[in-house]
């Protein structure tokens, strides 16, 4: 039995990645993975098998499903780094099929023009002047390809060079 997508495990590598940092300026970070291997529940959460219509209409309504993780498990990190988040945005495209597939893992046949995943995409700034950029891209695959989770920092690893130690 899976257990789906671990939130703490982002959440805590994004601390992590943050605690080796002296200034942070920006963070990036992209997610990837394989819907069809996690059941029909997270195919219906990420809209798989819908329409383009039904899609865009669901996300209208503001229909995100318990959608993103990535965006939540970030929000996670940013408070546990003592982040105050000032604005948040998101927006979803959804991944269409222009052929009919099968699902690497279920062997469930995906009908063309239909939902296959979805690319969530969310930025959010904090008090502090950081701003986080994510991507989250999750769709059924055909063929095998790996699940990614990479962060990127933009800022000084060095301590500042003009702090001075006085006695």
Known sequence: MGTGSQDLAQANLLTLLASGCHRIKSVRGTLSGNSDAFGPRVLWKYHVGET??????????????GLPNLPLSTEAAIADLGLTIKSTSKSAQPIILDRDIIGKVSGTKFLKNTVVGIVITAIIETEQGITFNLVDSVKVREKPEKDEDIWFTNGSLKPNPTTSMAR
């Open 52 to 65: 383009r219509e039904e899609f865009e209409r669901a996300i209208k309504n503001d229909d995100y499903r």
